[in-house]
């Protein structure tokens, strides 16, 4: 979000916070759907990309409403948000008939194509989903995150979307098709279409699976909450008052301070692919590391931060994401403190059921394997997750590996630890050195995070060490 949202979105709480609970309730939810539409980027080399992705964002969450929905039992109220979900699509289209500096998008279509284009689509989606199993959904979603995030796919697509509106292909690049907010949505839906599967979602309404599904502070960087948990919140929506005032505007002001001062300050002097050619000793090397170590924190705690600020002035309480991850004295508790609704997500829909179909098998593997295996597809997931390329994929196992050693260390010396307990000076000075073992081997990590050729990360490694 840009300084400019932010002040929006803050603003927005304001003017809706004395209105009744009934239209509050509504005005969030239209809120939500445009504010997608605000935050999803124009990319002048493809076409009304800036309006096809967002309204692709709000029908597929439809979509997966339907898939979710018990006895697929619709109620007035449930027409009704479907009714206004796409007359806030076609007023958007709408918008071409104002100046453009009054346009939501950049470059709006013709409402009336978008109406037939609907038509055509939708309906024969919506005839072909009640046939569709809730698996096959998760699968899909799945499939087109890949295809989003492996280059090849993603310039084909571009190309794709290049001929349709009679562009040139071959100047088609995957970094054009940046659909933002769609990582975080993906992990929102599969864990609703999941829960459902297993009997653990409560129902909810269109207009609340919608609103959670989008709701614009946590759209495009998190946190990722729980359906049910936020539900809690929306069905109380209470009206802003002073002490929420105060402390969604103090929380949001922390967030600005961590994120545009903090880590756009380090930025100028943090490890990338330009400033780690100009430094000229391993020392050097190691301030950039630890410039990006502290600027990649500040900017994803700050933003987190300015999300969970906002979210309180509407009345929605985001779960925490950080918790002073860099003070944690070993690679776990790192883990459940860092990106914490991630962690937690990824550790109740890979790690746990990937660990247990391995335990059930008839030729079950020694419990080691099952560990090392379990961790290490966990996190090379969550390194692909942020983009399908060797350094992501170096740093899942590296994160992998130092989370398995860890279990088998925890576990052969689980009876020394405690009588370490015991003994209050040697306990501290064992976390102590374990909290500067555990910033480091993460803070290493990092490099292949900030360097985007596996060649590089590998020589940048050595040099810290004083080789290459």
Known sequence: MTLLQIAMFALGALLIGCLPRSIRLWVLLIGSVIAIYVLQPDVPSLRRLDYVLPTAALLLSAFCWWWTLPQRQI???????????????????????????WRIVTAPPDPIHVAI??????????????RIRL?????????????????????WIAGLWRGVNGQDVSLATPVELEWIGFSYLAFRLIHTLRDRQTGQLPALSLREYLTYALFFPAYTAGPIDRAERFVQDYRALPPLDLARLQAGGERIAIGLFKKFVIADTLAVIALNSLTVTQAESA???????????????????GYTDIAIGIGMLYGINLPENFDRPYLKHNITLFWQSWHITLSS???????????????TRQRKPPTWVILLTAHLITMILIGLWHDVTGPFLMWGIWHGIALFLHKQWSDRTRRWYQQLKTRPWRLRAWHTFGLILTFHYVTLGWVWFALPDLGLAFATVLRLFGGG
Not at 283 to 297: P, T
Request: glycine residues 8%.
């Open 345 to 359: 997500w990824v550790r109740f829909y890979v790690f746990s059921p990937l660990s247990r179909a391995m335990l």
């Open 117 to 130: 284009v609907l038509a055509g689509i939708v309906l024969p989606l919506a005839w072909i989903a009640r």
């Open 75 to 101: 109620t007035p109220e449930d027409r009704l948000t479907f009714v206004i979900a796409i007359g806030v699509i076609l007023m958007i289209a709408g918008t071409r008939l104002l100046a453009p500096e």
């Open 283 to 301: 020392w050097g090397l190691w301030v950039l590391l630890y410039a990006y170590a502290f600027r990649l924190y500040f900017d994803f705690s």
């Open 135 to 155: 698996g096959w959904a998760i699968l899909g979603i799945i499939g087109l995150f890949i295809a989003l995030k492996v280059d090849p796919i993603a310039m």
